[in-house]
């Protein structure tokens, strides 16, 4: 039976994009406020200021054309550095330059957009919802573990994309050493690819074929099945091929592809 191992590499995962999400525009009509242009969008008054280099509390003209802000993304005010908006994101100064593939000194322009790491831009949503379809709930991952019929499904992270002390838990003996039950949390960014890759097939389960594994026998004390972070998995529905393919479209993971295992 073929089989995946997929396995996180470096530093951390930034999801990158180099796709222009669309946008939407806003004509003002008499009487509205950021607030309720914010409200009706369903996007946050301080996301919808930023996009358009407004103070949150703005009084707009009638027929003013605003910017609606594309979820997932930090549009930039007048005065912010990466440094500034990374602590005010709770987020890694590295992981937002890597996500935008800029340097960590790079000078930001007012009204730039720029992508949050964890977050996929719209139109590949978009495509994939096409193939695969759209997850019933986009976040929620189904892990099955066919060699001990076990079955979980499970949202992750946070609305912040950090790891659910909960959840986390409950990962961790889902991808135990089978033989020994030993178990170590797995990392936080297998947990953000694992979310990934649920919300681009669909939500379709992801079969766990084997999680951590402790040093010994053929496993090599640099395996990354050591420190909970690689997995050996197959999805439901998904070619490991198409599955090979989108894994290797993303920065920072190794992927191996062994068709002719027994595993």
Do not use: K
């Not at 995962?13 to 914010?38: D, F, K, N, P, Y």
């Not at 993304?73 to 890597?98: K, N, Q």
Request: net charge positive; with cysteine; charged share 25%.
């Amino acid at each position: 039976m073929a089989r995946l191992v997929l396995a996180l590499v470096f530093a951390s995962l930034a999801l990158c994009s180099s796709v222009v999400a669309q946008e939407r525009q806003h004509t003002v009509r008499s009487g509205q406020s950021l607030a309720r242009i914010a409200s009706r969008y369903r996007v946050r008054v301080q996301d919808l200021a930023g996009a358009n280099d407004l103070s949150v509390s703005a009084q707009l003209r009638e027929g003013q054309v605003l910017r609606i802000p594309v979820d997932g993304y930090h549009y930039v005010r007048s005065g912010e550095t990466l440094s500034t908006i990374a602590r005010r994101r709770e987020i890694s100064v590295r992981d937002l330059a890597r996500a935008n593939r800029l340097s960590e000194s790079a000078t930001l322009r007012v009204g730039q957009r720029l992508l949050l790491p964890g977050q996929v831009a719209e139109e590949e949503r978009d495509r994939a919802a096409a193939r695969w379809g759209r997850p019933r709930r986009p976040g929620v991952v189904t892990l099955v573990r066919p060699a001990t019929r076990e079955r979980l499904s499970l949202r992750v992270l946070d609305s912040r994309g950090r790891p659910r002390s909960g959840p986390r838990r409950q990962l961790a003996w889902l991808l135990r050493h089978r033989r020994t039950n030993a178990q170590t949390p797995p990392d936080t960014r297998l947990l953000q690819l694992l979310v990934r890759i649920s919300d681009h097939f669909g939500g379709r389960p992801i079969h766990i074929l084997s999680g951590f594994r402790p040093a010994g026998g053929h496993t090599e004390e640099s395996s990354h099945h050591t420190d909970g972070s690689a997995i050996d998995l197959r999805i439901q529905g998904v070619s490991n091929r198409d599955l090979r393919d989108f894994l290797r479209t993303l920065p920072e993971v190794g992927v191996g592809y062994y068709p002719n295992s027994s595993f």
